[in-house]
């Protein structure tokens, strides 16, 4: 089984040593943020729902000192080539663009919402993937935003950084992301799964604890090329939006799953649909939200008891309202979930967006190894690429090491 590409350590070792080689001192001090994985509520976030993701052991790492002349200069993994850049470069969203972009969006996020932001020397390790739907810009944001915190010794109470960080993300390199990605790296606890109402943005930390109940999170990187994301994510938000407006309602979120049948025949029944509308796909999206939001919320009381095992049906179902009603998901990432649930796995379900990513196999620990490597054989069976596997326990949200 590929796991991380090393232990928790070991990323922050490669963030220390490089800062060393390349500005010839050591960093003034080291900050991690942590990918994360959504457990259950699916593209509920955009409609005011719910959501209730983890973090994950997998981070990226920081390592960072100030610099006396008020620019940045940056050095990553990523690249071979560092980064500088001047205060003329957040002034006004996408002057860095790249993953460069990420960093200077923070800095001008900072400085937009009234912060003195420091100069300083960057270096950037990590170990989320990338392009897998497990937040690696998020936590690229999350670990440069506590570090510049720290070295400018600024006011920014940590819940507002989700916030902030996302504004990074949206306004300045341009990618329209929600508050759930940047609320689970910043907020997350270690053995716990962040319940997030995306309307209020009040959170509730549940306990989550894998070890304890002898379970893993197997996270299956599907290794499937994300398909036409960006226009089907916009048309499936359409959708969404057009359905709440129909139903007379602010958000979906707002469509109890006790008035569900009621609502989609008020959709069938009132709709004189315009050219080139299908009133049967937004049926089909609002039902899968409205679905999904109840999920969420029947997820969040099994925790609560501590009945962890019975939360896999939720995950399936969650799947198959995301195959059938959201239509988001890809023939690897379906033969994923499929082959992990014929192995041994109480629910498996995608996570992230769609169209590629990642899938959650929630299994028995030590049947992990078992469940890979049905996957494995599965993928080989269908000519797949092979995929990736992290066995993962919900770790803590970002931090200074």
Do not use: K
């Not at 943005?201 to 990187?221: K, N, R, S």
């Not at 029944?269 to 080139?276: K, L, R, V």
């Amino acid at each position: 089984m590929t796991g991380p590409t090393g232990p928790a350590d070991d990323v922050a070792g490669r963030a220390a040593a490089a800062f060393t080689q390349r500005y010839g001192e050591r960093p003034a001090g080291l900050w991690a943020a942590p990918g994360r994985a959504n457990l259950i509520g699916e593209h509920t976030d955009y409609n005011d729902g719910f959501v209730l993701p983890f973090a994950l052991p997998l981070r990226t790492v920081v390592a960072a000192a100030p610099q006396a002349d008020g620019r940045w200069t940056v050095t990553s993994e990523l690249s071979d080539t560092p980064i500088e850049f001047g205060a003329d470069a957040i002034a006004e969203p996408g002057r860095v663009t790249g993953w460069g972009g990420y960093v200077a969006g923070v800095a001008w996020a900072l400085r937009d919402a009234g912060h003195q932001v420091p100069g300083a020397r960057l270096a950037i390790a990590s170990d989320v993937p990338i392009g897998s739907g497990l937040s690696s810009s998020a936590a690229l944001e999350a670990a440069v935003l506590a570090a510049l915190v720290d070295l400018g010794g600024l006011d920014l109470p940590t819940q507002r950084g989700p916030r902030l960080a996302q504004r990074a993300e949206n306004a300045y390199v341009g990618a329209p992301t929600g508050i759930m990605d940047q609320s689970a790296v910043i907020r997350c606890r270690a053995g716990h799964a962040l319940f997030l109402d995306c309307r209020t943005e009040a959170v509730e930390h549940i306990p989550f604890d894998l070890a304890a109940a002898g379970l893993a999170v197997l996270v299956v990187d599907s290794r499937a090329p994300h398909r036409h994301a960006d226009g089907e994510y916009a048309s499936r938000r359409a959708a969404c939006e057009r359905g709440a407006a129909l139903l007379g309602v602010p958000a979906l979120r707002d469509v109890p799953v006790t008035d569900l049948d009621a609502a989609l025949a008020r959709l069938i029944g009132s709709i004189e649909a315009p050219p080139g509308e299908d009133v049967e796909v937004v049926r089909r999206r609002v039902r899968h939200v409205v679905t999904e939001n109840q999920r969420v919320l029947d997820t969040v009381e099994l925790l609560r008891a501590g009945r962890l095992r019975d939360v896999g049906p939720l995950l399936t179902a969650s799947h198959a309202s995301m195959r059938d009603d959201f239509e988001i998901t890809v023939p690897e990432i379906d033969t994923a979930v499929e082959a992990a649930l014929a192995a041994g796995a109480y629910g498996a379900r995608m996570t992230g967006g769609g169209f590629g990513g990642c899938v959650l196999a929630l299994v028995d620990a030590e049947r992990a190894d078992a469940v890979a490597t049905a996957v494995t054989a599965a993928y080989a069976e269908r000519g797949y690429p092979a995929p990736g596997f992290h066995p993962v326990t919900p770790a803590p949200g970002a931090h200074r090491l």
